[in-house]
């Protein structure tokens, strides 16, 4: 099911950056993910933080109007113990230029896997990230993303209720195609 839907995924945007003068911008970088988990039976509130990555591709459809698909990823160690947790998003992104730097917010929905190996717990169920940030452009392909925030929400309830906590991401941002992003 997650093959379709990034294959599906990538024919869309494929086409839609095509469609867009073949304006578009890749990003990979640094994410640090706050996930809050809740005992099983009311116990109490444990933040794991999920050191990893975070990669996008984002195409321009519309002037301040593109489409983002975003992987995030991250790995935590808890009670002498790895766990794991990987993304797969897309949306809707707004944005505006001012001078160097590109503001913007987003939307993306789809589905987020927490993986631990007590147990072999393993289990995906939706996503859903809010939020936005900058990019500062030291030319016209090349920048960096000064920071991403996000809320983050998902429904994996392996190790308790639904969870809602943040991501934060920053690192490089490469634009491509005729006339810039």
């Given amino acids: 099911m997650k093959t379709r839907l990034l294959r599906g995924l990538f024919v869309v945007l494929t086409c839609v950056a095509s ?7 890749v990003f990979g970088g640094y994410s640090l993910i706050g996930y809050s988990v809740t005992g099983r039976y ?5 933040l794991f933080k999920f050191n990893g990555w975070d990669a996008s591709f984002t195409a321009k459809v ?3 109007v593109a489409l983002e698909a975003d ?4 790995l935590t160690s808890y009670f002498q113990t790895q766990s794991k947790t990987f993304a797969y998003m897309a949306g ?4 505006v230029n001012r001078d160097k730097a590109t503001i913007y917010g987003h939307v993306l929905v789809g589905g987020m896997t ?7 717990v393993a289990s995906t169920s939706f996503a859903l990230a809010v939020g936005g940030g900058t990019d500062y452009w030291f030319g016209r392909r090349l920048g960096i993303q000064l920071i991403e925030a996000d809320y983050l929400h998902n429904n994996n309830t392996v190790l308790g209720p639904s969870h809602a906590d943040f991501r934060i991401s920053t690192g490089v941002v490469f634009r491509f195609g005729r006339g810039g992003y």
């Fill in 19 to 25: 469609d867009a003068q073949d304006r578009f911008q």
């Fill in 92 to 95: 809707p992104r707004l944005f």
């Fill in 71 to 74: 992987f995030p990823g991250g």
């Fill in 114 to 120: 927490f993986s631990a190996p007590i147990g072999g």
């Fill in 62 to 64: 519309a002037p301040h």
């Fill in 42 to 46: 009311s116990g109490p509130t444990t």
